[in-house]
């Protein structure tokens, strides 16, 4: 449960690195905004499949060890 917790820690670190470093090189609006729900995407999705882990769903997913 706390490898869960700190990945979940992570995933949102490096996803809220990406989004900084997005704003910081300003691509034009449309890019940077299909970017950056590329990324919200993709780290809400990891996240699920952690928890969904945590709970014993089977999601395909490699399973983390404690």
């Known amino acids: 449960m706390i ?3 700190i990945w ?3 995933i949102c670190a490096v996803a809220a690195l990406a ?4 704003r910081e090189l300003a691509p034009p609006e449309p890019l940077g ?3 950056r729900v590329v990324i919200i995407g993709i780290a809400i ?5 952690i ?9 395909g997913m490699p399973t983390l060890r404690a």
């Open 33 to 35: 905004r299909v970017a």
């Open 19 to 22: 989004i900084w470093a997005l």
């Open 3 to 5: 490898s869960a917790l």
């Open 45 to 49: 999705l990891l996240i699920i499949g």
């Open 8 to 10: 979940v820690v992570i």
């Open 51 to 59: 928890v969904a882990g945590v709970f014993g769903v089977n999601t």
